[in-house]
């Protein structure tokens, strides 16, 4: 690795071109060259600003405290916001109607509630029905099946035994 405080030794190095002709992988790389170097100068210009608006603030302001009378400024920045707090109005301005449910808007939120309750009840009840007509259906084949076995060997048994 050689330091950037040394001179260079020797002809400096060609720009990189790719030729006449680049081709596609050049121009993928030249573009995400670009991309990445744009990228780069984007991120240090908002580092740039960030930093120049703390100034322009400590600058407007003052430097910040630090130390011991740092934490007693956090301290009565703290006291003054309970203080505030503890003095505004201690009624809040809501109406009573919002309060005790009133209002059509509460209704019908509840109405929706309850029809929304009443179609997945009797879509469970159709999709129980539909199970159970199923269920049946199949019992009544293997009934069926069975039956017949059945009449099949008291045939075959009284055709042997008489």
Do not use: C, W
Not at 129 to 153: G, L, N, P, W
């Amino acid at each position: 690795m050689e330091s950037s405080s040394r001179p260079v030794q020797g002809p400096t190095l060609p720009p990189m071109t790719h030729g006449p002709n680049p081709s596609a992988s050049d121009r993928q790389y030249d573009r995400e060259e670009e991309e990445e170097r744009m990228r780069r100068e984007r991120l240090m210009g908002r580092k740039r600003a960030r930093a120049e608006e703390n100034e322009r603030i400590e600058d407007a302001v003052g430097p910040r405290e630090v130390g011991r009378e740092r934490i007693q400024e956090n301290k009565r920045a703290r006291r003054e916001n309970d203080r505030a707090f503890r003095e505004k109005d201690a009624e809040p301005d809501i109406d009573a109607d919002a309060l005790m449910g009133g209002g059509d808007s509460f209704r019908a939120m509840i109405a929706r509630r309850d029809a929304a309750k009443k179609r997945f009840e009797e879509k469970r009840r159709n999709e129980k029905e539909v199970k159970e007509q199923v269920k049946s259906e199949r019992i009544d084949s293997i009934r069926a099946k069975d039956k017949a076995t059945m009449d099949m060997f008291k045939a075959l048994a009284k055709e042997r035994f008489g």
